[in-house]
DNA sequence: CGAAACGTTGAACTGGGTCAAGCTGTGTGG
DNA sequence: CCACACAGCTTGACCCAGTTCAACGTTTCG
């Protein structure tokens, strides 16, 4: 996914740039000069409505590219949920990047195509699926994206789950607890780090 | 957002295909081996759980581009609303699009972030809005792609949108009849016309 | 004209939200 | 080092918005 190595007009490629935990890496609103790839933490995305009620629409991990844009203003707000390292891209080399760098153009498109195909996922999650559903399908998601087996550590707050997968805190940490009374997952260390004990039980809760 | 004219290697480009209200285009799981751009009608695009739940992740509209994969095979599934012509693009012009067709490449990864954003909009709706700003958004969004003022027939039935907004048939027609006693719109011709007879008042229910 | 599909309305139920309290670990300052 | 404060998580009780189930109206089409 990075850029080819040695191209030519290639401002500004995977300069790093480090986040503590509740940082913002940029607001809706603001000029999209950059987009992003995660070297290492997790970024959330997410929008406000007035009121402050908040959608995360997709929690980003190592290797992950996010924020696209083609208009001048970012449509939404990043924020480094943990500490966290990225690799930041200019835009300017959007417009006419086809032409300029097609090699890299083709990887962007590819990582576009596979972020609608999440963001279309996710819209049946939230739309059509129970909370037990909805927690299997994240946990199963974050466990198979991490890559460290079925015993790993949840990066991001009840409340940020809550907020991707359109719960309230309580229904997260009650589905979960509801989750390890039924063998499916076990709770170590306060309900950070998540074992999935089950997870054929998990899988079955999908389609 | 036609490819340019008279350019070399662009196989069927633009080939018409016109199709009858509730046929498929294509299905979950088939070989992606097209795209398509809407030329008049209206085209669903949804997914599906095995107990049969359905959500419809977007209407398309006239001159709307839809059916991007990187894949081998469609992860969705589109369906003509209403009677329906749409323009049918190859999908063997995506890989190597970039070096090809730069000109083209730049306007499907345009309608490709267009297509993200409306998205993440949608995301917040189905996870953080309640039923009545579900329906003005819809209304309003569909009232201003459809280009026809404020009156205007809606071209899907109460199920799909049910199906898109994450609601019921049952909920839908509550709230439009709800929204019409309120005087914020006019239903006429058996609830497939609609007229926004309060605009500003539909614009307050969001953000 | 009849049947079937779509839409509306009503009544009752319930899942998940809301509100509130208690718990647990962590960090801070005396 | 301990006491305290605070933030995050869990748990309980209550309640209501939206679903479910059912009946009825309306339009369309064969």
Chains 1, 2 share one sequence.
Not at 193 to 204: G, H, N
Request: with cysteine; hydrophobic share 40%; aromatic share 8%.
């Amino acid at each position: 996914m990075a850029p080819p190595a040695g191209t030519r007009d290639m401002p500004a490629a995977g300069e790093r740039r480090t986040f503590a935990a509740g940082d913002e890496l940029f607001a809706e609103g603001q000029p999209a000069d950059f987009f992003y790839k995660v070297v290492s933490g997790t970024v959330r995305t997410s929008k406000l409505l007035s009121d402050a009620r908040r959608q995360i629409d997709s929690f980003h991990l190592q290797g992950d590219i996010f924020g696209f844009e083609s208009t001048s203003d970012y449509s939404f707000t990043a924020e480094a949920v943990e500490d966290t390292t990225v690799a930041v891209f200019r835009r300017s080399c959007f417009r006419g990047l086809a032409h300029d760098q097609p090699a890299f153009a083709d990887q962007l498109m590819s990582a576009m195509v596979a972020s609608l195909r999440r963001a279309r996922d996710h819209m049946l999650l939230l739309g059509r699926k129970t909370p037990h559903e909805k927690i299997a399908m994240f946990l199963l998601d974050i466990a198979g994206r991490l890559q460290k087996g079925d015993r790993f550590d949840l990066p991001m707050r009840r409340t940020d789950i809550a907020d991707h997968l359109g719960l309230t805190k309580e229904t997260v940490s009650r589905t979960l607890t509801q989750m390890e009374r039924d063998g499916l997952i076990k709770l170590e260390a306060i309900g950070r780090t998540i074992f999935l004990s089950d997870k054929a039980s998990l899988r079955r809760l999908n389609a």
